[in-house]
């Protein structure tokens, strides 16, 4: 049944066309706009905002295709179908070249022509929501940076607001590419202590005879090479927050020293003799449970107990996978700026093809993925076939369609058709670019299999 904020505008210079048109649209729920000429039509684009156009390439005066060419500079959001009695390869390719959504041929195939509206219709209303997400990002607080707004992120954003009212110390815990230094910036950003530095390091990155250097700084001469006093991070994140990614693989030999500073702000620098104050606000990151280093001996239970005052626990993406379209919408927004591209969003389809797909590496490999496709993209939407090959792989692990011997040319296509359809999120236009068919093809197809499954 059709959506009945869905508006069609019907271009044909025979009135019993519009008029047949008019009825066959209603009765699918559609509201309809009648216009016998391009002259016509043109105005009426702006005046009734149709979602869709639906012309003749033959009229009187200017053609289909010039309707085309004057609507799509100015308004490449509304797609156009054009129908023609003749059948026109040539006119078909011209049509499809300048940016016709789909050509029908004379007489209609009413039940396609609906499907084709029925489609239409949802990609319609996902176009709606996104320009919704857009506002949405557009309205939210520009100090944070998360991106989120299922129950799990709402009250992650509450809890990061109470942490950041505090001076306390905390551990962010979740899977590596969480967003655990993004919630540690968000607390910074929120806090009293803003207007100073922002000091993130990995432990586990720096090398075990050096970590003390880079924590805590050193004076000259403290070791072969120390050819001059260094401040360490400790130092550098005085007046704002420190964060220590990968906490569990501090040594055990320093995790004393740490803990001092903990509780009354007080250290010295490798080879110093001299007491520093450090006026540094620090928060701590891990992607492995920290009680389980504190079993296997390999984080003091006393340091963990003064760390952590508060826990906050970011969220691998498959629990709040519903803040998908918003997350990618995001980084649309973010690689058109970076890259000077001038995409619109995800499709539909694409994005259900994403909700299928795992996201082992969280949000930071959707960060990236996104990232690809808005470079492959470059403009309009972002398409099933603008992300990487693995995603149109099939469930069993494999895009090879296997047919077993003896099938009949007829079950091998119906095969290919299928599974190509579910490679590509069930996108007829995709299937039909792959298999190299027009989507009407496709369709049709699609009739015959539901018809022969029919008792």
């Not at 919704?132 to 129950?151: A, F, N, Y």
């Not at 910036?185 to 003390?212: K, M, Q, W, Y």
């Not at 792959?434 to 299999?449: E, H």
């Amino acid at each position: 049944m059709g959506d009945t904020t869905f508006k069609i505008l019907v271009v044909d210079d025979e009135a019993a066309m519009r008029e047949i048109l008019a009825v066959r649209l209603e009765g699918w729920g559609y509201e309809v706009a009648l216009a016998s000429s391009v002259d016509e039509a043109e105005p009426m684009i702006d005046e009734e905002s149709p979602d869709l156009i639906l012309s003749d390439v033959v009229l009187l005066g200017a053609s289909g295709l010039d309707l085309l060419k004057r609507v799509r500079p100015n308004s490449r959001d509304i797609p156009v179908v054009l129908m023609t009695a003749h059948g026109n390869v040539n006119s078909a390719v011209e049509a499809m070249k300048e940016g016709a959504h789909d050509f029908l041929t004379k007489p209609l195939d009413y039940d396609s022509l609906h499907a084709l509206l029925e489609s239409e219709a949802v990609e319609v209303r996902h176009r709606d929501e996104v320009r919704g997400l857009d506002k949405h990002l557009d309205d939210r607080p520009q100090r944070s940076e998360l991106v989120g707004d299922t129950k799990v992120m709402r009250e992650l954003e509450e809890l990061i607001e109470l942490v950041a009212a505090s001076d306390a110390s905390a551990v962010i815990t979740g899977e590596s590419g969480t967003g655990k230094e993004v919630i540690a910036r968000t607390i910074h950003r929120l806090s009293a202590r803003s207007d100073g530095p922002f000091v993130a390091v990995n432990t586990a990155a720096i090398p075990e005879g050096l970590i003390e250097s880079e924590l805590f700084g050193h004076e000259k001469g403290a070791f072969t090479g120390a050819t001059a006093a260094r401040a360490g991070c400790f130092e550098l994140a005085s007046g704002g927050t420190l964060l220590l990614d990968e906490l569990a693989e501090m040594p055990l030999s320093l995790q004393p020293k740490l803990l001092r500073i903990l509780e009354d702000g007080r250290g010295r620098r490798l080879g110093g003799r001299k007491e520093i104050e450090y006026d540094v606000r620090i928060l701590a990151a891990t992607n492995r449970s920290l009680e389980e280093a504190v079993k296997e001996g390999r984080l003091r239970e006393d340091l963990l107990f003064r760390l952590n005052v508060f826990e906050l626990k970011s969220p691998p993406l498959r629990e709040h996978m519903n803040d998908l379209p918003l997350l990618a919408q995001h980084f649309v927004r973010e690689f058109n700026s970076r890259h000077e591209t001038e995409v619109e969003g995800l499709k539909k389809s694409t994005i259900e093809m994403m909700r299928g797909h795992s996201w082992r590496g969280n949000v930071r490999e959707l960060r990236n993925v996104v990232e690809r496709a808005v470079i492959v993209a470059g403009s309009g939407w972002i398409e099933p076939s603008h992300l990487p090959a693995h995603f149109h792989k099939l469930k069993g692990g494999s895009a090879t369609i296997v047919l077993p011997t003896g099938i009949s040319l007829a079950e091998a296509e119906r095969a290919v058709i299928l599974e190509t359809l579910e490679q590509v999120g069930n996108n007829k236009a995709e299937a039909a670019r792959r298999l190299g068919v027009d989507v009407k093809t496709v369709r049709n197809k699609l009739k015959t299999y539901e018809a022969e499954e029919t008792p």
